[in-house]
């Protein structure tokens, strides 16, 4: 993809692949989306695929399958203990990683679930560059809590820096003498940092946070979900890695840590999670809680056709054609936002473009969650679903009081080698009008709001009605256009 010149000059990312399957789309007239978006109380979690023209919600699950995935599905053996199967994912993991011991679960935070449970005591603070939703959740609800110790470059919205995911160090070693290492109950790096724009980490960062939590006897595991992203950036934006192999890299990383785990909706465009470790004390220990929240120990959850899928789609993850894809593509979709003035993360990073909601729509005061306003907009204007990642997507304070996010920001996710560069190009179109109307958006507030992980199912409504004239204004400008 990044080795084909064009005779015109264009630099164009060219598909090194070609379409074997595919699934018809449904692009709804605007006044039918306003009536869906109604429907789902503005949240875009609550839409009907149906109603939704291209998905980028996220990448979790919804990735492309190669023809060699799909094949591997057919010879999945089916059996309650001892499969066949199992063995063959644990010898791939064992490969890729270079770790001793594997652990299946259902998904990722089935994996979280484990670790916390194996890990977290009451009271204890788990130490990490930035926290995931489901992350933070299953650590508070085992009685610990959190602290982001990320580089402050990391919150910046607007950087250059290249690994604006690391974790800063000198923090780290200071956070460490003052709350003594048995109030830690690990170290977690999360390569493709989630919620603050999918923003890598490097290799020499997780080398010295490595050797830190070595030097106190902290475990420290690494949320590999996001990795092959990560992967691209270590490739290309840390010197010395340009030549080696994928596979020394991961590798590396299996002597690094002593718990890798990751979403295989993720990382090997799949459906399961994997915990991995050298160590026989750890595996033991988590691998109580596999029967008791799983399933048994060779299948954990996961279906063995998803378990082949992911042994082929790991293997996938170290060929730099496959994985180069996504990032490209979200470079070229931010920078087509970027010419129309569209403010977005930079870097442009991985797992999807990502809208700085803050600077889009800065007349909504964060309280009235301008990037969740921001994406009920989108999806109006244009049948795309997008997911807030802002202060609906984070849980109140203990007292009650809202947890205004570091970061407003709205994600269009590019799930791998599912979208074409004309889809691309549309998204583009359509959100460069919307900022051109950018102040007709104004905010939501909640009419139905859980207490845990809120974003998932809360509806709510306009805090003053906004999406019935923004509906009107596309229908004046786009005529008889879908
Ligand atoms: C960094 C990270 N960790 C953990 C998870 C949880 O994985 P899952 O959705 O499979 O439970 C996700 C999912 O988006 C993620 O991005």
Redesign the pocket.
């Known amino acids: 993809m990044g080795n084909v010149k064009f005779s015109s000059g264009e630099q164009i990312p060219l598909e090194m692949h070609k379409v074997r399957v595919v699934q018809k789309l449904n692009l709804l007239p605007v006044e039918q989306r306003q009536d869906a978006l109604y429907r789902a109380g503005f949240n875009t979690f609550l839409l009907k695929n149906n109603e939704v023209f291209l998905d980028m919600l996220?990448d979790?699950g919804v990735n492309a399958m190669s023809d060699n995935q799909l094949a591997a599905m057919m010879r999945a053996d089916d059996s309650y203990a001892g499969s066949e199967t199992f063995y063959r994912l644990e010898k791939q993991l064992q490969n890729v990683f270079g770790m001793l011991y594997f652990l299946p679960a259902h998904?990722?935070?089935?994996c979280?679930n484990i670790i916390a449970h194996t890990l977290v005591k009451q009271d204890q603070i788990t130490l990490m560059n930035f926290h995931?939703t489901?992350?933070k959740a299953l650590i508070t609800y085992m009685g610990g809590s959190v602290e982001e110790l990320v580089i402050d470059e990391g919150l910046k919205v607007s950087s250059d820096h290249p690994f604006k995911g690391n974790m800063n160090l000198e923090k780290l070693e200071a956070r460490i003498q003052e709350l003594t290492p048995e109030k830690i109950s690990f170290i977690r790096l999360?390569a493709?940092t989630?919620l603050i724009g999918g923003q890598p980490i490097s290799m020499e960062n997780i080398r010295a946070v490595s050797a830190i939590s070595r030097k106190h006897s902290i475990p420290f595991v690494l949320?590999a979900?996001?990795l092959s992203d990560n992967l691209y950036f270590i490739k290309v934006r840390e010197p010395e890695f340009r030549d080696k192999p994928l596979l020394e890299i991961t590798r590396e990383l299996g002597e690094l840590c002593d718990i890798i785990y990751f979403?295989a909706?993720?990382l090997g465009c799949a459906r399961g999670?994997a915990i991995l470790t050298n160590s026989p004390r750890l595996h033991e220990e988590m691998r109580a809680f596999i029967p008791l929240f799983e399933g048994f120990i060779t299948y954990g959850g996961m279906s063995v056709r998803e378990m082949e899928i992911l042994a082929v789609g790991l293997e996938e993850t170290l060929d730099m054609e496959v994985i180069e894809q996504t990032p490209i593509f979200i470079d070229e979709l931010a920078k087509e936002l970027e010419k129309n003035g569209v403010p977005v993360v930079t870097p442009h990073g991985g797992l999807g473009c990502h809208i700085n909601a803050s600077a889009f729509v800065d007349h909504i005061p964060q309280a009235e969650y301008p990037a969740g306003a921001l994406a009920a907009a989108i999806y109006l204007t244009s049948g795309v679903r997008a997911m807030e990642r802002g202060t609906l997507s984070e849980q109140r304070n203990p007292d009650g009081s809202e947890h205004l996010s570091e970061m407003e920001l709205v994600r269009l996710a590019i799930p791998k080698r599912v979208f074409t560069l004309s889809q691309i190009k549309y998204v583009a179109d359509r959100i460069s009008w919307l900022y051109q109307n950018r102040t007709m958006i104004q905010g939501l507030e909640f009419t139905e709001e859980p207490d845990v992980l809120r974003f998932f199912f809360g509806r709510l409504k306009e805090t003053t009605p906004w999406a019935d004239s923004l509906s009107r204004k596309f229908r004046d400008d786009f005529n008889d256009s879908l």
Not at 107 to 110: D, H, W
């Open positions: 996220t979790s998904q990722g935070r089935a979280e995931f489901t992350t999360e493709g989630n949320d979900s996001l979403s909706r993720k999670g």
